[in-house]
């Protein structure tokens, strides 16, 4: 039995966008910051200063910068960086083609680089389960949908692309 496609491209009766749990802004913001209150509170670990500061231009600086790429490339192909809306096309060009996730990637740098800038291991910690949420919970439900939606080309970039870096 054949499912057929409604104009969007997605079988019919299935939403047109990622099913993702949540933000992925909102998901590192909700862990971060009250990670870098409780590491206020309840200081463990408070890194010399000037490596705070070392460590904050060498991870969140590219980071932001890598996510700032990001967006003329969204324009550039007429679709969406929302993780709930219609992706229309998929992005080869700039940040993606070293990575199919660059603002995730961006992301995970930027919250390693404030995390370790405020010299909170709290902070640091919590992007581990920041991680497995984004993965089984965005980045995998992310896939599935662009393989539905995209076929053959996302599978292809899929293959030529590496999902981090």
């Known amino acids: 039995m054949s499912m057929e496609k409604s104009e969007q491209g997605?079988?019919?009766g299935l939403p047109d966008h990622a099913e993702v749990v949540a933000y992925?802004?909102?998901?590192?913001?909700?862990?971060?910051?009250?990670?870098?209150?409780?590491?206020?509170?309840?200081?463990?670990w408070m890194a010399d200063p000037m490596w705070r500061v070392v460590a904050f231009l060498v991870f969140a600086v590219p980071g932001?910068?890598?996510?700032l790429l990001t967006f003329p490339q969204f324009r550039k192909a007429g679709t969406t960086a929302d993780p709930y809306g219609?992706?229309?096309a998929?992005?080869?060009?700039?940040p993606f083609g070293l990575?199919?996730?660059?603002?995730?990637?961006?992301?995970?740098?930027?919250?390693?680089g404030i995390a370790v800038g405020v010299g909170g291991l709290i902070a640091v910690l919590v992007l581990v389960p920041i991680l497995l949420i984004?993965?089984?919970?965005?980045?995998?439900?992310?896939?599935?949908?662009?393989e539905r939606k995209h076929g053959e080309?996302?599978?292809?970039?899929?293959?030529?692309?590496?999902?981090?870096?």
Do not use: Q
């Open 10 to 12: 997605m079988p019919d």
């Open 24 to 44: 992925p802004v909102a998901l590192f913001l909700g862990f971060l910051i009250p990670a870098i209150i409780a590491d206020y509170l309840w200081p463990i």
């Open 64 to 67: 932001g910068i890598f996510v």
């Open 86 to 88: 219609n992706v229309s």
């Open 90 to 94: 998929i992005i080869r060009t700039g």
């Open 99 to 112: 990575s199919r996730n660059p603002i995730y990637v961006g992301m995970c740098l930027m919250h390693l």
């Open 134 to 146: 984004m993965h089984y919970g965005v980045i995998l439900r992310e896939e599935d949908y662009l």
């Open 153 to 165: 080309e996302y599978l292809d970039y899929k293959a030529n692309v590496r999902r981090w870096i």
